[in-house]
């Protein structure tokens, strides 16, 4: 008997959206003969992703390309229903063949349970529940689910809902879980009693399965090995229907919230599961007959002799190998080439000693970082725009393909700044850098997993090596590096605008821990950190109800970890990257177009090595989220004019200005991230309505207030501002004085146009001004640059309120990189790098300047 070694595999090549064969006369998987290969050889069909991403499950049309959920408006609501029954039905009809698959690999379960306490019993005890586990409760599940449905479709019309049944037997998909974890065992432990004994070999060849109900009498033979992999093709498929249900289900129809949330659980756990489980582990064997299998794999960036290069990291069971991509003539197939091999067990993690310092590491300024990311954004909105007018001629495309893959493969390689050392213990150590904690964690955790086994330190000789090393091109589960430019057309873009989380609590700590949360989202191909709970203290329930808004760009992924906070200073590393606190645990989420794209919130749960977070997230637009909308009520502060506030509080600079930025010079100069960070929502929001009501207890707020809150008040105010602090009436002028080259009269524009502002627009930005540059003074301490801290506030000071953004309307999504941003930031940039501005300077200039016309 041939059976699957891997359910990893299996379940990879089940989520890739090209292996579905979906009508509605039933979902029939492929067979284990189906996946031979012509020299009958066993092939794993495989998806393949980059390191940072899990696959993301949709239906597709005909054309192959990917179908979402769209709800039917209008006049299709009708037709939409009536195909929405249709769907119900097909469902049905593969879920009475389903049961009844389950049902015929139930029936010999208990005969041979009752030979197994005779003398002469088939199977042991252990070995049935082994083969058998979880088939009778995934049975019963799907009975009462089809129990259910079924009257529900007999007696159709428009107020039938069926989402609470789909909702229900998503949250019951942990049994599917339970069954995978086991596959392996109870498939190889039904091959090995098949070959000890003749008797359960005749039962496991030929079950009898009922046909539907119609076909009366009707039986098909089916192994027993055909039918274990049943739950693994079945725990797919009402993925795919869910998806289907929307498209016919209207927006205002009671089951769409219910589907939607049976899809979010549905597609989460097809993501843990790939999480938890080896991506197609497979086997090399070697010249010694033993075998070595790839654990994982992926792209990081080595330290080597003090400049960064691009390897593939190859963890395999006993061995870590990183090798480079050889460059060969064309035609030819590619190969690696292997740099080093650290046994696993002769490597260590241990931290460096004081009198060990890390390598120079070649390190380009932010703000080349920044303008990669803004060449990498105009570039792809050039690809749309060439896509659009030149219909079939690729010529233009593929040039500017290629020209984006250099600029992103160039960010990827100078992004990262986390250090992964592994040392080998005969001395030499080697160094990574990495752009999160999660990928450093994983991979640790991932070497330590397999150390944990009794490991003879293995020394391969030169012959063994190139084998291996020739291996790895076949074995490699992750083929491209993880940049936009190597994904398909069809693939998402990524969502981009603000995306609104409340991290709720965590539960499921053994001990009194001081815990936080980060959350972390993906950006240009890998992962920043964009938000930080407040640590809650001594506790095994942390109650954090906190919210952010966090930025997206093209984001695809939400990650939350888990730490616990370090307070015991001789436990520092002289390292300012390396991260002290301990992660707890760590998980992530797709960010579902369809889900996340919702007025109403959705609640969520990750699962952490025994530790659940839960929280909520909803997704804003950025056309809906950067509108400067006037304030009605015009005795507050914000979204009132500037003139306005600074008139009635008879001051130069408005309160909320200098109350901000004198907190943040006391006390939040050296956080790291300042003004980058998101604070918690909601303690910006009650700042924002104590400083509109003008409430007396401000300054004690102020005191007691995370400092992150603060300084994202300070934003909120800027940002709300019936029009740019920068005025309307300027913006063009200041977008051609940024773009002039000649310096002397880039120099003479730019400060006119700063003497043409109100006084009160003038004082509070040349005030601002300082207080960014005292920030950047603290750069090494606090990380935030010039360049950084121009990037979260020129878009702010300058963007211009909707009636003339009306005007040059972005087209797409993606343009939050577009010349108009990338010129906002140089502005304020240009003043950030300029020499200190004084007004009465400024003021002199404007009389010497109107006496000399």
């Given amino acids: 008997m041939a059976f699957f070694s891997d359910a990893a595999c299996i379940l990879r090549s089940i989520i890739s959206p090209h292996n579905f064969n979906y009508n509605t006369d039933g979902y029939e998987g492929d067979t284990a003969e189906d996946r031979k290969s012509q020299d009958g050889s066993e092939t794993m069909p495989f998806i393949d992703e980059s390191p940072t991403m899990s696959p993301h499950l949709c239906a597709q049309g005909q054309d192959g390309e990917a179908v979402s959920p769209t709800p039917p408006e209008g006049g299709d609501t009708e037709k939409g229903l009536e195909m929405k029954k249709l769907v119900l039905s097909g469902f049905l009809a593969s879920e009475e063949i389903y049961i009844n698959q389950l049902e015929a690999l139930l029936l010999p379960m208990k005969p041979l349970k009752a030979t197994a306490t005779t003398s002469k019993p088939v199977l042991t005890m252990e070995q049935i529940d082994t083969i058998f586990f979880m088939i009778q409760d995934i049975f019963e599940i799907h009975k009462e689910f089809y129990d259910a449905l079924s009257p529900n479709i007999q007696q159709w019309d428009e107020k039938v809902t069926v989402g609470h049944l789909f909702q229900k037997l998503a949250s019951q998909l942990g049994v599917y879980k339970a069954f995978v974890d086991n596959y392996k065992m109870a498939v190889e432990t039904a091959e090995k009693c098949s070959q000890a004994n003749s008797q359960f070999q005749k039962i496991s060849e030929n079950l009898k399965v009922k046909g539907p109900k119609e076909s009366k009498d009707c039986t098909t033979s089916a192994t027993m090995e055909a039918l274990l992999y049943k739950p693994i093709d079945r725990v797919t498929r009402s993925t795919l229907v869910l998806h289907d249900l929307l498209k016919h289900t209207p927006k205002d129809h009671p089951d769409f919230p219910l589907l939607q949330d049976a899809l979010r659980i549905s597609q989460n756990f097809l993501s843990s599961i790939n999480e938890e489980i080896d991506p197609r582990r497979t086997a090399v064997t070697t010249p010694k007959g033993e075998v070595r299998q790839l654990v994982k794999d992926g792209f990081l960036v080595e330290v080597s002799e003090g400049t960064r290069k691009l390897r593939h990291v190859f963890l395999f069971t006993d ?28 490597l260590s993690f241990q931290t460096l000693d004081d009198s060990d310092s890390l390598p120079h590491v070649q390190t380009l300024p932010e703000h080349e970082i920044e303008e990669m990311k803004i060449k990498i954004s105009i570039i792809k909105s050039d690809i749309q725009k060439e896509k659009k007018a030149q219909k079939g001629q690729s010529r233009n495309v593929d040039r500017l393909r290629k020209k984006m893959n250099e600029q992103e493969s160039c960010l990827l390689l100078h992004s990262p700044t986390i250090p992964f050392r592994i040392h080998n213990k005969h001395g030499k150590s080697y160094l990574f850098l990495l752009s999160s904690d999660y990928e450093r964690s994983e991979w640790r955790e991932s070497i330590q997993k397999l150390q944990k086994k009794d490991l003879q330190a293995c020394v391969l000789s030169s012959v063994e090596l190139q084998v291996l090393t020739g291996s790895c091109f076949k074995l490699r589960t992750v083929h491209n590096i993880p940049v936009t430019s190597n994904k398909d057309d069809e693939e998402s873009p990524g969502l981009y605008g603000f995306l609104h989380v409340i991290v709720h609590k965590a539960t499921g700590f053994k001990e009194s821990a001081n815990l936080y949360c980060t959350l972390e989202v993906d950006s240009f191909g890998y992962f920043v950190s964009k938000a930080k709970t407040r640590v809650f203290r001594d506790t095994t329930e942390p109650q954090w109800n906190e919210e952010f808004e966090i930025e997206l760009e093209g984001s695809q992924c939400l990650r939350i970890l888990c730490y616990e906070k370090c307070y015991d200073k001789t436990k520092l590393n002289k390292d300012d990257n390396e991260i002290v606190d301990k992660i707890m645990g760590k998980g992530q989420v797709q960010l579902d177009p369809q889900t996340v794209q919702s007025k109403n919130w959705h609640m969520d749960v990750i699962e952490m090595n025994g530790i659940k977070v839960e929280f909520s997230m909803k997704f804003t637009s950025r056309d809906l989220s950067l509108k400067r909308t006037p304030s009605k009520k015009q005795s507050g502060v914000f979204g009132v004019k500037i003139s306005v506030v600074t008139k009635r509080e008879r001051s130069k600079v408005p309160y909320i200005v200098r109350q901000c930025i004198e907190e943040v010079e006391k006390r939040g100069i050296d956080e790291v991230g300042i003004y980058r960070i998101s604070g918690v929502a909601t303690d910006i929001q009650a700042l924002k309505a104590a400083f509109d009501a003008n409430t007396k207890d401000i300054l004690m707020m102020l005191s007691d207030m995370d400092i992150n809150a603060i300084a994202g008040t300070l934003k909120l105010y800027f940002r709300e501002l019936p029009e740019p602090l920068l005025t309307d009436r300027l913006y063009p002028a200041f977008m051609e004085g940024i ?38 003074e603290k750069e090494p301490v606090n990380k935030m640059s010039l360049h950084n801290l121009a990037t979260v506030f020129g878009p702010t000071l300058l963007r211009p309120s909707e009636s003339e953004s009306s005007k040059a309307h972005i087209t797409l999504a993606s343009d939050i990189w577009s010349h108009d941003v990338m010129a906002q930031v140089q502005v304020l940039l240009y003043y950030l790098q300029h020499p200190p501005i004084s007004f009465a300077e400024l003021k002199k200039n404007t009389l010497y300047f109107s006496t000399d016309v």
Avoid at 321 to 339: F, P
Avoid at 746 to 760: F, I, Q, V
């Fill in 319 to 346: 061995l870590l190998l990183c090798a480079k991509m050889k460059k060969t003539a064309v035609g030819k197939h590619q190969q690696y080439e292997c740099k080093w091999y650290i046994p696993l067990a002769d």
């Fill in 739 to 776: 773009a002039l080259s000649d310096p002397a009269a880039k120099e003479n524009c730019m400060m006119h146009l700063l003497r043409s502002l109100p006084d009160p627009n003038l004082i509070t930005f040349l005030t601002l001004l300082e207080h960014l540059k005292r920030v950047a």
